[in-house]
T-cell receptor, first 117, second 117 residues
């Protein structure tokens, strides 16, 4: 069964260091999302791609976060420098956009749990 | 602005009991989509159901059923004869429709369900 792949599963980093997460969506899924989930809360969108273009990055802290999806397939989310408040689960999701139906369900990866110390 | 409220933070039931998870949403759109996801301890979000705003028919899938009522802006989820494997955090989510691109999910804060023997 196709799934969204994310790596690493866990990451511990010191504050002020750089950290990067990788996501490989389900093959053929044009839309890719990065969500952040703080413990005890629901996921919140950081950035959304349609193919290689950013559709929504209004909630992305652009002074320290960056995201790219250069060839419209896999994606990288980077934080530099990391802060203590960035400790969270970072979830990647993808969805298949069908003609006439832009709201198909999103499939999520297992996430990267980041701890900043 | 979209908003999803899951007022029940945590529910504990004994196996074989029925349990209903509440979800209330707010949106100004006439076209929108509602979702339920399950998040087991392993962390990934598992898609359960998608409903569009024009389809108010209730749905049943095995032990799961969903009650969508536009009049009260609610999309409640019932598990019949609960099992220990149902223990997880359940999220209700909302997305806008007809934006021209796939829309982000706005999640509630989740309800933690604990099913004991």
């Amino acid at each position: 069964e196709a799934e969204v792949a994310q790596s690493p599963r866990y990451k511990i980093t010191e504050k002020s260091q750089a950290v990067a997460f990788w996501c490989d969506p389900i093959s053929g899924h044009a839309t890719l999302y990065w969500y952040r989930q703080i413990l005890g809360q629901g996921p919140e969108l950081l950035v959304q791609f349609q193919d290689e273009s950013v559709v929504d990055d209004s909630q992305l802290p652009k002074d320290r976060f960056s995201a790219e999806r250069l060839k419209g397939v896999d994606s990288t989310l980077k934080i530099q420098p990391a802060e203590l408040g960035d400790s969270a689960m970072y979830l990647c999701a993808s969805s298949l956009v069908r003609l006439g139906d832009m709201n198909t369900e999103a499939f999520f990866g297992q996430g990267t749990r980041l701890t900043v110390v | 602005a979209q908003k999803v409220t899951q007022a029940q933070t945590e529910i504990s039931v004994v196996e074989k009991e029925d349990v209903t998870l509440d979800c209330v949403y707010e949106t100004r759109d006439t076209t929108y989509y509602l979702f339920w996801y399950k998040q087991p301890p392993s962390g990934e979000l598992v898609f359960l159901i998608r409903r569009n705003s024009f389809d108010e028919q209730n749905e049943i899938s095995g032990r799961y059923s969903w009650n969508f009522q536009k009049s009260t802006s609610s999309f409640n989820f019932t598990i019949t004869a609960s099992q220990v494997v149902d223990s997880a955090v359940y999220f209700c989510a909302l997305s806008e429709g007809n934006t021209g691109t796939a829309s982000k999910l706005t999640f509630g804060t989740g309800t933690r369900l604990q099913v004991t023997l």
